[in-house]
């Protein structure tokens, strides 16, 4: 017989614009189910992104990663292949596997998720709450890459490389 876990959660139904919004690195992100609300089952983040690199090279040591792209396009890196993603692509990067990505449209709507959660707390570490559900303003210098780089492995994120796709 299969045990059941007693532990009830509520039903998540979130709308366009709702969530907990933070301005990362550039982006919005909008977290649609984290820890908290699916018992630790996995995360969903919403994404908006202007066009450049988006991501640093880097693997997952906890968990594997996932991208829907819902608007715009987006170009891949994982464990060295490239991945062009245009609207209603869905590609995943399992647990363990570098990689990274850039936005090649001017700007870019997708879901990121994980299968198990954790990311979204590296994201309000790194990040601060959304003045507007809108790409964040130009940052005054560049980031603190060492603090980056500390913050990230704390959350089982080792940086690999910069930002963009490898040669």
């Keep these: 017989?299969?045990?059941?876990?007693?532990?009830?959660?509520?039903?998540?139904?979130?709308?366009?614009?709702?969530?907990?919004?933070?301005?990362?690195?550039?982006?919005?992100?909008?977290?649609?189910?984290?820890?908290?609300?699916?018992?630790?089952?996995?995360?969903?983040?919403?994404?908006?992104?202007?066009?450049?690199?988006?991501?640093?090279?880097?693997?997952h040591r906890n968990e594997s990663e996932w991208f829907y792209v819902i608007e715009g396009e987006l170009t891949f890196w994982v464990g060295g292949t490239v991945i062009s993603?245009?609207?209603?692509?869905?590609?995943?990067?399992?647990?363990?596997?570098?990689?990274?990505?850039?936005?090649?449209?001017?700007?870019?709507?997708?879901?990121l998720g994980t299968d198990r959660p954790g990311f979204e707390d590296f994201v309000r570490a790194v990040g601060e709450p959304a003045g507007a559900l809108e790409l964040p303003p130009p940052p005054e210098g560049p980031p603190d890459v060492a603090r980056l780089t500390a913050l990230a492995a704390e959350f089982g994120i080792e940086t690999l490389g910069p930002p963009g796709i490898p040669d």
Excluded: C
């Design 1 to 59: 017989m299969a045990s059941q876990d007693s532990t009830q959660f509520e039903p998540i139904a979130l709308r366009e614009g709702e969530g907990e919004a933070l301005w990362f690195l550039g982006h919005l992100l909008t977290i649609k189910a984290s820890a908290a609300t699916t018992g630790g089952r996995l995360a969903v983040i919403e994404n908006l992104a202007g066009q450049g690199p988006a991501a640093p090279l880097h693997v």
């Design 85 to 111: 993603a245009p609207a209603g692509a869905f590609v995943f990067a399992p647990v363990g596997i570098p990689h990274t990505f850039s936005v090649t449209s001017p700007q870019a709507r997708f879901l």
